[in-house]
């Protein structure tokens, strides 16, 4: 298992831009082997998908990222296995953004968007996004 460490969360103005980054820790040798999420939770609600990136960013079939149709446009996933390290770039925010984010990886490598395909998760940074 790797542990998984968010970071780059904060207070944002509606229309604003931020930057998340997940970095992996411990067995970091097999990262580029697991496929990465990011999940976020806004006050009341339940943990929703965000985005997901697989092992290497490709698949056979084309883009190896998928997103939540909500974020579609405005966020884009990437990662860069030689820091073991996956990011989030957020452009447009909403106020609906508002929320803690999570990051998980998911053994395999493959795309997953179901919470219960993924292992091994962070504890979560705190995106606030104001009027």
């Not at 803690?100 to 395909?117: E, H, P, R």
């Amino acid at each position: 298992q790797v542990q998984l460490v968010e970071s780059g969360g904060g207070l944002v103005q509606a229309g604003g831009s931020l930057r998340l980054s997940c970095a992996a820790s411990g067995r970091t040798y097999s990262f580029s082997s697991y496929a990465v999420g990011w999940f976020r939770q806004a006050p009341g609600k339940e943990r929703e998908f965000v985005a997901v990136i697989s092992r290497n960013g490709v698949t056979w079939s084309g883009s190896g990222t998928s997103y939540a149709d909500s974020v579609k446009g405005r966020f884009t996933v990437s990662r860069d296995n030689a820091k073991n390290t996956v990011y989030l770039q957020m452009k447009n925010l909403k106020l609906e953004d508002t929320a803690v984010y999570y990051c998980a990886a998911k053994s395999g490598g493959q795309i997953a968007t179901m919470q219960q395909d993924f292992g091994s998760w962070g504890q979560g940074t705190q995106v606030t996004v104001s009027s």
